[in-house]
């Protein structure tokens, strides 16, 4: 008899089965490394926090709904990164749920198990999982807004434009991408005659109503606080810079997504076992316009968030690596064609495997290998529940009132302001960014100023003296790391503003 593995047959009789199975396993996996070897939150999600607490329409983070929904998970979680964590996770679920959907309607459902599992290793390598924030955030949203812009130019489903309408305006509350993602949506419906079609009725005018309703307080506060500029266009004599840092940029991009080429090599002919019949995945025929929208937005969202990031000289490509990669995993099989052969299935289960669990044995290995082979500090090793409760107590017990703001270096300070009482956090190098507290209003409520220790006397940095001239320096506290190695202990300086009156 022939035959066939069960995971074959499982993605043939019951994909959908296959595709929550996989997506729970990963989500599962990225929990229990936060929970065992995260002591502290990664990235800066201690400070988004911290600018959660304070509810603003608006900061210098960008638009709010990222920013609230992480202060909402934290508290509903009884003040513990836990919540936050889940709440990334859930995303990462909605994500590969909604693509999974999106291709079960392009190309049925065994092959649209092939695109999510290929998307899965992409997203692995080319965005964070747990560092909840806009690009977090704005994954599920745009995946959704594909779905449901196929749903109604595609299939002509005009009950799709209310879900449709909701998901671009919390886009434009998660992200400044937004506009440039929307704006792709909008060439390709005016580009093609069923998205021309779609735009005559009346519909799109509602779904834009809705839009402006959702995004208008935070399109006021950005009127009220004179950030819609233009960004300044570079020079003539930037351009090869700017040129060269998109090139890596998209060289970036590719890299995050080898793992698709390497599957689809180790997919040919030429590993295929002498006289060997593989198993075949089906689908239906591909309409034209389907596999254009594909193409499109594999394309689209890559080339110009490449190019709009290079001109202006970003970090990171626009929207992030995770939005303009979502569909290159569809985009594959589409380009695949009607019938796909698994050659040496056991083969690419071990290479897939590999590519989704790699990023995580990485931040695992970093976190216990790397404090014993150099003095680098991993973030994530910090022992912010320690920090937070130290300089809480301390200051209750020296003033006889609770903690209401803390000030220094803003990475420490955002740990402090990760406590059970929320003290507020003060950016005192650039106020600005703090609306919520100034230095008057500091002063009067009291508060701790901390800071990296580089002596056992603790002195403060000169900036921090300057701006604090009247702070009595404390003996240092030293801290231990998750895993200490040859690094040496985290000092941190401290010194207490008294509240007034006190």
């Given at each position: 008899m022939r035959f066939t593995s069960l995971v074959i047959e499982l993605i043939r009789a019951r994909p959908r089965l296959i595709v929550w199975i996989v997506v729970l396993l990963q989500a599962f996996m990225w929990l229990f490394v936060a929970l065992v070897f995260y002591r502290s939150p990664p990235g800066t999600l201690a400070t988004l926090l911290a600018f959660g607490r304070e509810y603003q329409v608006g900061t210098d983070l960008g638009p709010p709904l990222p920013v609230w929904l992480a202060d909402i998970a934290y508290r509903a979680a009884g003040g513990h990164m836990f919540g936050v964590y889940v709440l990334a996770e859930l995303c990462e679920i909605a994500t590969f749920i909604a693509l999974y959907h999106l291709s079960r309607a392009v190309v049925g459902s065994q092959q649209a198990v092939l695109a999510v599992l290929l998307t899965m290793t992409v997203l692995a390598f080319s965005s964070s999982a747990l560092d909840f924030g806009p690009l977090v955030l704005a994954r599920p949203l745009w995946a959704l807004l594909l779905l449901h812009s196929w749903q109604i130019i595609g299939q002509r489903r005009g009950n799709a434009w209310f879900a449709w309408s909701i998901e671009a305006g919390l886009l434009l509350l998660t992200t400044p991408a937004a506009i440039?993602?929307?704006?792709?949506?909008v060439v390709f419906a005016v580009s093609t005659g069923g998205g021309r079609r779609t735009l005559r009725a009346l519909d799109p005018l509602f779904a834009l109503i809705v839009v402006a309703v959702l995004a208008l307080p935070y399109a006021v506060w950005l009127m009220r606080a004179e950030t819609l500029a233009m960004p300044a266009l570079p020079q003539?004599?930037?351009l090869n810079g700017r040129a060269l840092h998109a090139a890596w940029l998209l060289g970036g991009l590719v890299l995050g997504a080898a793992a698709i080429p390497a599957l689809t090599f180790l997919n040919t002919g030429l590993f295929a076992g002498k006289g060997e019949e593989p198993p075949i995945i089906y689908r239906p025929p591909v309409e034209p316009l389907a596999r254009s929208f594909v193409y499109f937005f594999a394309l689209a969202p890559v080339l110009g968030g490449v190019l709009i990031s290079g001109l202006l000289g970003l970090e990171s490509v626009?929207?992030?690596a995770g939005v303009v990669l979502v569909t290159s995993g569809l985009a594959v099989v589409v380009a695949a064609g009607d019938l796909i052969a698994m050659r040496r299935a056991r083969?690419?289960?071990m290479v897939w495997a590999a590519a989704v669990?790699?990023?995580a044995i990485g931040v695992v290995l970093g976190v216990l290998l790397l404090p014993w082979t150099g003095t680098g500090e991993i973030a994530t090793s910090m022992p912010a529940r320690a920090i937070s409760d130290f300089f809480d107590d301390s200051f209750a017990r020296r003033t006889n009132h609770r903690l209401r703001a803390v000030a220094g270096e803003t990475q420490l300070a955002s740990l402090i302001t990760l406590h059970s009482g929320r003290p507020h956090l003060f950016i005192d190098a650039d106020p600005a960014r703090t609306p919520w507290m100034n230095q008057a209003k500091f002063n009067e409520t009291g508060g701790v100023v901390v800071?990296?220790?580089?002596?056992t006397a603790g002195t403060p940095p000169p900036d921090i003296l300057k701006r604090f001239p009247g702070i009595v320096p404390e003996v240092p506290r030293a801290f231990e790391w998750l895993v200490t190695g040859r690094q040496q202990l985290l000092r941190i300086g401290w010194a207490i503003v008294r509240p007034k009156g006190t």
């Open positions: 440039f993602l929307l704006l792709l949506l003539l004599s930037e626009v929207g992030g083969m690419l289960r669990v790699a990023p800071w990296r220790a580089s002596d």
